[in-house]
């Protein structure tokens, strides 16, 4: 995590690779001086929220497991 002058966030950049595929997204997060998060870009995919994640592995053919 990296400190940004131009928008006073701190930033990091990470490379996601799917459960199911090799398809990647790169994202950037943004996040406060407190360190909560305050915003993503995704270029390649889409944030979701844990519920929703959990939802989709439950319905998942092939089972994933939930780490």
Known sequence: ?????????????KSIIGPETF???DAVFRFDSAK???GAEIDGGESVT???WRQYVASSPKGAAIP
């Open 36 to 38: 909560k998060l305050i």
């Open 23 to 25: 398809a990647r997204a």
């Open 50 to 52: 844990e519920e929703d």
């Open 1 to 13: 995590m990296n400190w940004d002058d131009e928008t006073n966030t701190f930033v990091t950049r």
